[in-house]
């Protein structure tokens, strides 16, 4: 069943076509891996979902409403959450009450229900042996899981995962991968990521591949076809595919 739908949106920057008639589609609970070359419109795409940016046209519409016109945390209340790159936790709070916040103000929880949507959120991100630990403490790695844990206890049924990966280790790296791909397979969740660090390894967890380029979806499909699109080999020519 369909849960997202990104019509034919345009967004441009003065003269600069960040998004350039972009169209697909998302089942619930799919994974789709978004990829391709710096600016090519990836951060744009996912902006336009979320409601940060409104799109000079096109239409986004989620679970059959148009939400073009909505601002972001409107749209979080529907369901569409982001994970940032970059974790901006309270970092003079608990890894659990930092969840805890996320489950009240997103998910709209009364505390002692937050609480345990809470500490079943960092359970499933394994953090749950920390959540007695000030936030400012953690590594990054773990700022990334709090993050993911923050943003799954306000009830997402779609998370738009930044470039999750950057800044970890390659191990860390497989390790968040596999955590992507149970969110889909656990918990019904659809995802769409960025995919920049090891794109090979991660992509191929992923249901789909959207591969972007200059503002436009050059190919789309299974992992393996999708990246092995004679486009797509050439756009990333030249480039290690890790
Ligand atoms: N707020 C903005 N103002 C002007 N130009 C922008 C803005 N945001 C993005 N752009 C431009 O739009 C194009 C697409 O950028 P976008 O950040 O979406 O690409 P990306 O694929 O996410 O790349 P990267 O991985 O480098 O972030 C780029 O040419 C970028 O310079």
């Given at each position: 069943?369909?849960?997202?739908?990104?019509?034919?949106?345009?967004k441009?920057f003065?003269?600069?076509r960040?998004?350039?008639?972009?169209?697909?589609e998302?089942g619930?609970?799919?994974f789709?891996?978004?990829?391709?070359?710096?600016?090519s419109?990836?951060?744009?795409?996912?902006?336009?979902i979320?409601?940060?940016?409104k799109?000079?046209?096109?239409?986004?519409?989620?679970?059959?409403?148009?939400?073009?016109?909505?601002?972001?945390?409107?749209?979080?209340?529907?369901?569409?959450?982001?994970?940032?790159?970059?974790?901006?936790?309270?970092?003079?709070?608990?890894?659990l009450?930092?969840?805890?916040?996320g489950?009240?103000?997103?998910?709209?929880?009364?505390?002692?229900?937050?609480?345990?949507?809470?500490?079943e959120a960092?359970?499933?991100?394994?953090?749950?042996?920390?959540?007695h630990?000030?936030?400012g403490?953690?590594?990054?790695?773990e700022?990334?899981?709090?993050?993911?844990?923050?943003?799954?206890?306000?009830?997402?049924?779609?998370?738009?995962?930044?470039?999750?990966?950057?800044?970890?280790?390659?191990?860390?790296i497989?390790?968040?991968?596999?955590?992507?791909?149970?969110?889909?397979?656990?918990?019904?969740?659809?995802?769409?990521?960025m995919?920049e660090?090891?794109m090979?390894?991660v992509?191929?967890?992923?249901?789909?591949?959207?591969?972007?380029?200059q503002g436009?979806i050059?190919?789309?499909?299974?992992?393996?076809?999708?990246?092995?699109?004679?486009?797509?080999?050439?756009?990333?020519?030249?480039?290690?595919?890790?």
């Amino acid at each position: 069943m369909t849960l997202l739908k990104v019509e034919n949106v345009v967004k441009k920057f003065g003269g600069l076509r960040a998004l350039d008639g972009v169209s697909f589609e998302l089942g619930r609970g799919e994974f789709v891996a978004v990829v391709g070359p710096n600016g090519s419109g990836k951060t744009t795409l996912l902006n336009v979902i979320n409601g940060v940016y409104k799109p000079d046209e096109g239409r986004v519409v989620f679970e059959g409403r148009d939400v073009t016109d909505m601002p972001p945390y409107k749209r979080a209340r529907l369901g569409i959450s982001r994970a940032f790159q970059v974790p901006r936790p309270f970092p003079e709070l608990t890894v659990l009450e930092n969840v805890v916040v996320g489950a009240i103000f997103n998910g709209g929880y009364g505390k002692e229900e937050a609480v345990r949507v809470a500490e079943e959120a960092l359970r499933f991100v394994k953090l749950y042996e920390k959540r007695h630990q000030l936030a400012g403490k953690l590594t990054f790695n773990e700022l990334r899981l709090l993050e993911l844990a923050r943003a799954l206890a306000g009830r997402p049924k779609l998370l738009l995962l930044d470039e999750v990966m950057a800044g970890l280790t390659p191990t860390e790296i497989d390790e968040m991968a596999a955590l992507l791909r149970r969110l889909s397979d656990e918990r019904g969740i659809s995802a769409i990521s960025m995919v920049e660090h090891r794109m090979r390894a991660v992509a191929q967890l992923a249901d789909r591949v959207i591969v972007m380029h200059q503002g436009r979806i050059i190919a789309e499909g299974p992992p393996e076809k999708a990246l092995s699109d004679p486009r797509v080999v050439e756009v990333y020519l030249g480039k290690p595919w890790r």
